[in-house]
């Protein structure tokens, strides 16, 4: 198979975001997207691709069409109404010591 037709049928895959989790971090964070033809493919991908250097504990793949997002235009009536319910915000709790990370 030529280049061509190989870049073809790569862009003919589902597209899957990534998310990895670094061993200092607590959480998984996007790192990029790529095409694979299934779930279990994109995994072997990204390990290949975004963990070269032995820095992630865990990935997540998630196929890019799953994701539903709210539109930059919608900011200020999906953002603004939550600023004038100060109790959701943690200032007002006093976190002990003990829990460490939250």
């Known amino acids: 198979m030529n280049n061509a ?6 862009s003919e895959w589902p597209l899957w975001e990534i998310f990895v989790r ?11 997207s790529l095409h694979a033809s299934d779930a279990q493919h994109a995994l072997q991908m990204a390990r ?7 820095e992630g504990v865990s990935i997540w793949v998630l196929p890019s069409a799953a994701i539903t997002a ?3 235009n919608d900011k ?7 600023s004038d319910k100060i109790y959701r915000h943690p200032t007002f709790y006093v976190i002990p ?6």
Do not use: I, W
């Open 5 to 10: 037709n190989n870049a073809k049928a790569l």
């Open 22 to 32: 670094s061993k200092q971090g607590l959480e998984h964070k996007h790192c990029g």
């Open 48 to 54: 290949d691709v975004y963990t070269r250097r032995q």
């Open 70 to 72: 709210s539109e930059p």
């Open 76 to 82: 200020s009536e999906f953002f603004e109404p939550s």
């Open 97 to 102: 010591d003990e829990v460490g990370h939250m």
